[in-house]
């Protein structure tokens, strides 16, 4: 299994719209950042993510979980980009602030921060591990 990491502004798209979306999930469409794109293209069925309120929140705020890898974005009338599908998993006891995560001295090579402004990132196993703690998950 391989750990990711999805943004979304909260009054855009926040933890509670995914949570109602139900098990089925939602698209996660939109994404035009070639990075993010080919990370989507990694994404395996059953990997987790962490879900990350962007904006004014900048908080992991819950885990989510890829229901269906990367196909084409249904919003996207060019065929060049593609999206997976994610739904909620857990909500985070305690949420994470990105100044926590920029706190954490094990975290300092995490994507978040050093490419804040990518919407769909990787993160290692190590990284998950210690967020999660951090999280109370």
Not at 11 to 31: I, P, R
Request: net charge positive; glycine share 8%.
């Amino acid at each position: 299994m391989a750990y990711w990491l999805f943004k979304s502004e909260p009054d855009v798209y926040g933890w509670d719209a995914l949570v109602k979306d139900g098990k089925s999930g939602t698209e996660w469409t939109g994404v035009r950042n070639f990075s993010a794109r080919n990370f989507m293209r990694q994404m395996k069925k059953g990997d987790r993510g962490f879900y990350y309120h962007s904006g004014g929140d900048r908080t992991v705020v819950g885990i989510c979980e890829v229901v269906r890898q990367a196909h084409p974005d249904s919003t996207d009338d060019t065929g060049s980009w593609e999206c997976v599908d994610i739904r909620a998993v857990e909500k985070a006891p305690k949420p994470v602030t990105l100044a926590e995560i920029k706190g954490e001295k094990a975290l300092a090579a995490m994507a978040l921060v050093r490419l804040s402004r990518l919407s769909v990132q990787p993160v290692t196993d190590a990284e998950w591990k210690i967020v999660c703690k951090m999280a109370g998950l």
